[in-house]
């Protein structure tokens, strides 16, 4: 089983970037996916999620900013992140679960927006 995230980097405030989730070795039309991230000094919070169904969930904060979608035909989630804050710095996580099954974090990928 592998959940592996790429597309972290640097970035100016009021860009975009668009994280990777490359899943494998699970089904990913069964999995609940989520984007977690992690500030210093701070816990992880969910930043979104796409259910089994595609319904989607987002935090308050990223409303209206941030998409997430998956790709079946590459097994891979993606978290779009348009007008960028400072607020947005820290290390992003992907989690794959299915109650019950499984339960599978990625190693993280940074994310640094400067004002």
């Known amino acids: 089983v592998q959940v592996v995230e790429s597309g972290g980097g640097l970035v100016q405030a009021g860009g975009s970037l668009r994280l990777s989730c490359a899943t494998a070795g699970m089904t990913l039309r069964l999995s609940i996916m989520g984007w977690y991230r992690q500030a210093p000094g701070k816990q992880r919070e969910l930043v979104a999620s796409?259910?089994?169904?595609?319904?989607?969930n987002y935090a308050d904060s990223v409303k209206g900013r941030f998409t997430i979608s998956r790709d079946y035909a590459n097994d891979t989630v993606y978290l779009q992140m348009n007008s960028l804050k400072p607020e947005d710095t820290g290390v992003y996580f992907c989690n794959s679960r299915r109650p019950n099954a499984w339960d599978y974090w990625g190693q993280g990928t940074q994310v640094t927006v400067s004002s």
């Open positions: 796409s259910t089994s169904g595609d319904a989607e």
